[in-house]
C-alpha cells in the first residue's frame, strides 16, 4: 500500500505488514498499489459509518483500496488476453494476468522515511496499468523465491516458465540484476536468452550458489 494524493506519494504506508511469508519465507508482497488517502465514492446514509460523508465522497485508507486497484488493472489484462486468442487454460490465464502486474510494476516507490525499498517492502513494484497490458511475455510463476537458506542447502535450484503471449515472434532475454550486494551468494540463469513464437514456451533454471 501506498499514497495516492498526498506530499507521501509514492510512498510505502506504515499502516501494512511487509514479507516475507513468516511459514516459508516465500516473496510477499509481489507489488505495490495505492491504498493511502484515496478520494472515493461513499454512502452518505448512515452518518455512523466509518465512511459515511454527507457530499457521498470521502478520503479513506487501508489495502483493501490497494487491492482494487490491481483488480481493476487484472480484468483489464484479462479482457486483452481473451481478445488475443491465445486459447489459454483458465490456470494459463490466471498465471500471464499475475504476471502482467508483477513483472512490469516500476521502481519509483520509496520506503517509508524516504529511503531504498526491499523486495520484502514493495516486491516487483508499483503497479502500472498501462505497463501490464503491453506485457508480451508471462513468466510462470510470476516470482521466485528460494525460502529460507540453511547450512547445506545450497546450491538450489528454480524453474520458470516463459510464454510469448503476444501477437509476433519475439526474443526475450534472461540476467540477473542483484539489488543488493552479498559476496557469498550468486544467481545464474541456465539460459541468456531464446526466440520465441507465439504461444511457445521455453523453460529456464535459476540457481542460486553461496557460501
Known amino acids: 500500500t501506498i499514497g495516492a494524493n498526498d506530499s507521501q506519494a509514492d510512498m510505502v504506508a506504515d499502516i501494512y505488514t511487509r514479507g516475507p511469508v513468516i511459514e516459508t519465507f516465500g516473496l510477499k508482497p509481489e507489488l ?33 483500496f490497494s487491492v482494487a486497484m490491481a483488480a481493476g488493472a487484472a480484468a483489464l489484462v484479462k479482457q486483452k488476453l481473451t481478445q488475443s486468442n491465445l486459447g489459454l487454460t483458465p490456470a494459463q490465464m490466471a498465471a500471464a494476468v ?32 498501462a505497463n501490464a497490458l503491453g506485457a508480451t511475455l508471462a513468466f510462470t510463476p510470476a516470482t521466485l523465491s528460494f525460502g529460507s537458506v540453511t547450512a547445506g542447502s545450497l546450491p538450489s535450484s528454480l524453474s520458470f516458465t516463459v510464454t510469448n503471449t503476444g501477437s509476433a515472434a519475439q526474443t526475450a532475454s534472461f540476467s540477473v540484476n542483484q539489488l543488493v550486494s552479498d559476496s ?16 511457445a514456451s521455453v523453460s529456464v533454471q535459476a540457481k542460486l550458489a553461496g557460501a
Not at 523486495?119 to 508499483?126: D, E, M, N, R, T
Open 184 to 199: 557469498r551468494a550468486a544467481v545464474t540463469v541456465s539460459s541468456t536468452s531464446a526466440t520465441l513464437q507465439p504461444g
Open 32 to 64: 505495490v498499489a495505492p491504498g493511502v488517502n484515496i478520494y472515493t465514492a461513499t454512502q452518505k446514509i448512515d452518518p455512523n459509518s466509518p465512511m459515511f460523508h454527507a457530499s457521498g465522497y470521502t478520503l479513506a485508507t487501508g489495502t483493501s
Open 98 to 129: 499475475k504476471s502482467a502486474l508483477v513483472n512490469t510494476a516500476t521502481q519509483d516507490v520509496a520506503d517509508t522515511g524516504g529511503g531504498q525499498p526491499r523486495l520484502s517492502a514493495v516486491g516487483g513494484g508499483k503497479l502500472n496499468a
